[in-house]
């Protein structure tokens, strides 16, 4: 949730905001009078229960005479007091919800919607074929990499098995990323995949695209579509050191999206699934670091990308396509040779100090006093990368290429199509 204090005093800034989001800037307006009740309503409680404490020690210095009149005048004053605390109770519950529907104000990012992004730079050369290019599923099948039909048997559509060296060409793109992460001073997480309203709440993915969670309402548990999810919350309720510098966590798990919405579209193959894995970076640090940190992230799936061997882009997504919690998001999309287009890969996100303050994260700065942090997140590799690395190496035989730096985990240099049994 945003700072009340920045509402006060610079609401235009979120105004302005609201409108790069494509949001209502009234809601700036609601949430500003409810604010100003919340506060009224408080200083109406504090200022009755002052004088009903007051009374008490008059009481206990009447006489006897005194006492059945100041009792009643007491009885009096409780029920004001008990009315005054209900409707602070109320005002505090209305500013709560309104500032739970603001997103985070944004930072620098254009205006506009999905397609207002601004490419900021060209990474390698789209890939030209001297043959008719496949697509990532008939590829994947033809190697024996991916299975979607028994993947469809077993789960339903867009489940799917990475079988033989499809697992392994996974496994080792997501062990590369996780030995990259480590060398970079990333505490490496294998967190729960499993967490509570409060947690998802906190990091703002109960909003407008809540329906693309699952949830299990039996265990009122949410499952992840992102290891964010639980690493954001790994320090709620707590104050956390960072005198030596930002905090960095990179987190291994399974997530899992609906994709409710998008009946009918990337259907085909791993690109738009339910279930895939996925290893994301995720930094605790000074909001004044935040910037140099979101760099450091986009830097490291830079790092990462290069190292798989394939052409993409880098894009700064507008403030109509990016989260509620989100400041600022860059995007890396690589070239898909079959669609001639960019896709994306990687996300990295700087939501300032959005999370941690629903989550009552905070540090201690150099007077000792407790600050909110800012977070960040960015992925380093997930199962989607299998699209575009199948797709940029592939030969005219029908096998690909493995990327040298995934060969050790791989156990081949390339991958050959299988005889069909």
């Not at 209305?94 to 529907?101: A, I, S, W």
């Not at 910037?291 to 190292?307: F, I, P, S, V």
């Not at 396509?321 to 070239?335: P, Q, V, Y």
Request: aromatic share 6%.
């Amino acid at each position: 949730m945003i700072d009340l204090k920045l509402l006060r005093e610079n609401p235009d800034l979120v105004r302005e905001s609201q409108r790069i989001r494509g949001e209502d800037p009234e809601l700036v307006d609601r949430l500003l009078a409810a604010d100003t009740r919340r506060r009224e309503s408080i200083s109406v409680a504090d200022n009755l229960r002052a004088e009903q404490k007051g009374f008490g020690k008059k009481i206990g210095q009447a006489s006897k005479e005194e006492r059945p009149a100041l009792l009643e005048e007491a009885k009096v004053l409780s029920d004001r007091v008990k009315l005054a605390e209900s409707e602070q109770k109320a005002s505090v519950a209305e500013v709560d919800e309104l500032q739970m529907q603001l997103g985070n104000v944004v930072q620098g990012a254009p205006a506009g919607g999905e397609d207002d992004y601004i490419v900021l730079e060209h990474v390698g050369e789209p890939k030209k074929f001297d043959f008719e290019p496949k697509d990532h599923l008939e590829l994947g099948q033809s190697l024996g990499l991916i299975d979607m039909d028994r993947g469809a048997k077993v789960s339903g559509s867009r489940f799917y098995f990475l079988t033989g060296y499809g697992a392994l060409l996974q496994l080792g793109m997501l062990q590369l990323a996780a030995q990259k992460a480590t060398a970079a001073g990333f505490q490496m997480m294998i967190p729960p995949v499993l967490v509570r309203p409060e947690t998802m709440a906190g990091t703002g993915f109960l909003g407008s695209h809540s329906d693309e969670i699952y949830y299990l309402q039996e265990d009122d548990l949410y499952l992840v579509g992102t290891s964010e999810v639980a690493l954001a919350g790994y320090h709620s309720d707590e104050i956390i050191d960072l005198s030596d510098g930002p905090k960095r966590y990179s987190g291994w798990s399974s997530c899992f999206r609906r994709e409710a919405g998008s009946y009918g579209k990337d259907t085909r193959g791993i690109l738009r699934v339910h279930q895939f894995d996925k290893i994301e970076m995720f930094s605790y640090c000074k909001p004044e670091d935040a910037d140099a940190e979101h760099q450091k992230l986009l830097d490291m799936e830079r790092e990462m990308l290069a190292a798989v061997d394939v052409p993409y882009r880098i894009i700064d997504v507008a403030g109509g396509d990016l989260g509620s919690s989100a400041a600022r998001k860059f995007d890396t999309e690589a070239w898909v040779p079959t669609q001639e287009t960019y896709r994306e890969l990687t996300s990295t996100s700087n939501c300032t100090t959005f999370q941690a303050r629903r989550l009552k994260t905070r540090y201690r700065d150099e007077n000792g006093k407790a600050q909110i942090c800012a977070t960040l997140n960015g992925t380093l590799a997930t199962t989607r990368w299998l699209v575009a690395i199948l797709e940029n190496h592939q030969q005219a035989d029908g096998s690909v290429v493995v990327p040298e730096a995934l060969r050790p985990f791989v156990g081949r240099d390339v991958l050959e199509p299988v005889k069909k049994k």
